[in-house]
């Protein structure tokens, strides 16, 4: 692995949000799910989740770039997904015209943070409004009163990394991801031909070094080598 590569992934890894995430709900254009994808990267998330009911496979379509730095849950209902994310004691925000709905803007995404965006057609459903703590929107003052959900994802997550900037929540010294992960990540992205084979094969990654590359014994390569 080229070792300017392998810096610049720890280094990305070290800025993840494990806290902030994303939940969409039946959101099922590849080209929503892919640009949405490609803004928690951007804006340094580890996950999102996706509620995708009667084997909905929209993943399956969208670009792999972002895809592969991005972890995507799925779940059968949206009543499963809000009920892991406040078992992680995050507030749950969804975006929905309403009486009681706050600017965007006014949210203190320093905290944990969820938030739920309704499908393209019909916006978010009544049960996710139900189980949310918050509904938020982003003011309009035009004639159109909604978003694409990629652009409103994106207006969204960039306030919660201003602030979560400002809060110095990015300059980790120690990465929020799980290491297991870490490793994962650093060696199928370093060394996508030889994960594959060794994901085939049913064998465990080796560490690796301070400059990427493999630490393995013979007995591994030789398994790896066998037909």
Request: hydrophobic fraction near 40%; charged fraction near 25%.
């Amino acid at each position: 692995m080229n070792i300017e590569r392998y810096h610049r992934i720890q280094q990305v890894l070290k800025a993840r949000q494990a806290d902030l995430t994303l939940c969409l709900e039946e959101v099922h254009k590849p080209n929503n799910v892919s640009a949405v994808i490609r803004t928690a990267d951007a804006t340094g998330l580890h996950k999102i989740h996706a509620v995708w009911p009667n084997e909905m496979r929209t993943l399956s379509h969208t670009s792999a770039g972002a895809r592969n730095w991005v972890d995507v849950e799925t779940h059968d209902s949206i009543d499963e997904a809000v009920c892991q994310l406040k078992e992680q004691d995050m507030q749950v925000l969804v975006t929905n015209l309403s009486p009681t709905a706050v600017d965007f803007r006014d949210i203190d995404y320093t905290k944990p943070t969820a938030i739920i965006l309704g499908s393209e057609k019909t916006g978010a459903s009544e049960r996710a409004k139900q189980l949310s703590d918050q509904d938020i929107i982003v003011p309009m003052v035009g004639m159109v009163q909604s978003l694409n959900v990629s652009v409103a994802s994106a207006v969204v997550l960039y306030e919660a990394q201003r602030q979560r900037q400002a809060a110095g929540m990015y300059d980790n010294e120690v990465s929020q991801v799980p290491q297991e992960i870490i490793h994962r990540l650093l060696f199928e992205r370093g060394h996508p031909v030889l994960a594959k084979v060794a994901k085939r094969k049913g064998l465990a990654y080796p560490p690796l070094d301070d400059s990427g590359q493999i630490i393995a014994d013979d007995t591994w390569w030789r398994e790896m080598q066998q037909k």
